[in-house]
């Protein structure tokens, strides 16, 4: 099975940010495909909810100095 997420993520400024958050993304098990948009400042993220849980990859964003905007 597979989940999608997509969160507005203000911080994301240029290719440097996004390809920040892409890596530490792909490396999270079940983590299928990242895909950051530096006009919407949106990152589209597909997973396998059986091994990760959006709830994660959201903590994941804000240590990673990206927290999305709108949750907790
Ligand atoms: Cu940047």
Redesign the pocket.
């Known amino acids: 099975m597979q989940q999608t997420v997509v969160f507005s993520v203000p911080a994301?400024?240029?290719?440097?940010?996004?390809e920040?958050v892409e890596h530490a993304l792909y490396g999270v098990e079940g983590v299928t495909s990242v895909k950051g948009a530096l006009d919407s400042k949106e990152l589209r993220i597909e997973f396998d909810p059986e091994m990760t849980l959006a709830d994660g990859l959201a903590a994941l964003l804000e240590n990673l100095g990206f927290p999305p905007e709108g949750l907790g």
């Open positions: 994301l400024h240029c290719d440097g940010c996004v920040t």
